[in-house]
């Protein structure tokens, strides 16, 4: 069942027959994550639980200043539980912790070069995207899409020059797919003709930038330089320089900013500051095995509900495939994640840069190549 969004403030003054109540120890139980008020006697009712379960609300605590909760929803049919922490105002639950993934496992690794693409052969594949059928893989120079077991280029319209066809985001939208460039966003239905909406003007005198994308229930995401921009077309500029968008369970939505912050795409505030540092962007975000998962300032870090964790290196790429196992690279390697931490995987590749998991294909981009590498339960 879907969760629409609800607002803790808004369940406050509608008391109902379901009682939240604060509870210790085994109150970990099943369900996801969720900040519920905890005064003594807040209710929602029945319906609404299982229709909107709270999904917002700050979380002063002491252990961590700069956390806040921001995780919402139930399974039907499960108990309800939380457990206090120092501000009295509310009760956080921890992520659920359901069963880990199969390990990873691969197979054969296939390899073109970008001129096989049909691309510039110093073309970088910078970003990589499942599409129907297949894959489409962005560069500084263009598009290629692999449909049906073959290369097929993307369908720019006249007039589009390749020094305006840098892709910077994609992401697939109620069956279109969306193109950001260096200069436009691109709209492709896979069977008309694309169309083009020239970025606006920014706060420089230039061209806005469009550098990261996320399709949610509610619409598509753009994050832009000057903001980031919802299905309804407003931008919130507090949410200016969004290098990264992901969506955990329940749909809160995340949002990494350029200047090393993590936000709640909706919520005032940063959650966190990842950087002790200006000017080090969160420049990744992936929700996997109960774990968000953040590449920022020189780390990859991990937010289990109620900590943090952080190692080195920081990951330039995270992927998820459809039986919930982590993906990513870093410096230069491949590796497969497990809650014991990164399992490298042994394959030569050269620069890599971008990452998709496609069925039983993971897609990696790099300088003048690209791998497709068979994964296997």
């Known amino acids: 069942m879907g969760l629409a969004r609800a607002r803790v403030a808004a369940r ?4 109902g027959p379901f009682q939240l109540r604060a ?4 109150a970990l139980a099943a369900g996801n994550g969720a900040v519920f008020p905890a005064q003594s006697g807040a209710t929602i009712t029945p319906e609404e639980a299982d229709a909107a379960l709270v999904r917002a609300a700050t979380l002063a605590n002491q252990a961590d200043p700069g956390l806040a909760g921001i995780f919402a929803g139930r399974p ?11 501000d009295p105002r509310f009760a956080f639950l921890r992520f659920p912790r359901a069963e880990p993934p199969p390990p990873a496992a691969w197979g054969a690794l296939e390899s073109w070069s970008t001129a096989d693409l049909g691309d510039v052969p110093a073309a970088t594949v910078r970003v990589a995207l499942e599409v129907p059928g297949g894959v489409a893989l962005g560069s500084d120079y263009g598009l290629t899409l692999w449909r049906n077991g073959r290369f097929t280029p993307f369908p720019w319209p006249a007039g589009c020059r390749r020094e305006a066809r840098r892709v910077e985001a994609m992401a697939l939208e109620r069956g279109a797919l969306w193109v950001a460039t260096s200069q436009a966003l691109v709209r492709w239905d896979f069977r008309s003709d694309p169309t083009v909406r020239k970025h606006g003007p920014d706060s420089e005198e230039g061209w806005d930038e469009l550098r990261c994308m996320l399709s949610t229930p509610s619409g598509l995401l753009r994050g832009y330089r000057t903001g980031l921009v919802g299905a309804e077309g407003q931008a919130d500029t507090a949410l200016a320089e969004t290098f990264a968008l992901a969506e955990a369970p329940g749909g809160v939505v995340y949002a990494g900013t350029g200047g090393g912050e993590l ?22 975000l992936a929700f996997a095995d109960g774990l968000l998962h953040v590449a920022a300032a020189g780390a990859h870090h991990r937010f289990d509900g109620a900590s943090w964790t952080s190692a080195e290196p920081e990951p330039t790429a995270f992927a998820v495939d459809r039986r919930g ?27 890599p840069w971008s ?9 990696i981009g790099g300088r003048e190549r690209v791998w497709a590498l068979t994964i296997h339960a």
Request: glycine share 10%.
């Open 355 to 363: 990452l998709c998991a496609v069925g039983e294909r993971l897609w």
């Open 76 to 86: 039907p049919g499960s108990a309800v539980r939380a457990v206090p922490v120092d």
């Open 12 to 15: 406050l003054g509608n008391p």
């Open 263 to 284: 936000w709640v795409v909706g919520e005032p505030g940063a959650v966190r500051s990842m950087s002790p540092r200006p000017h080090q962007p969160v420049r990744h």
């Open 325 to 351: 196992r982590l993906w990513l690279l870093a410096e230069g390697r491949l590796f497969s994640w497990t809650r014991t931490g990164a399992v490298p995987v042994p394959v030569a590749l050269e620069r």
């Open 23 to 26: 509870e210790l120890g085994a």
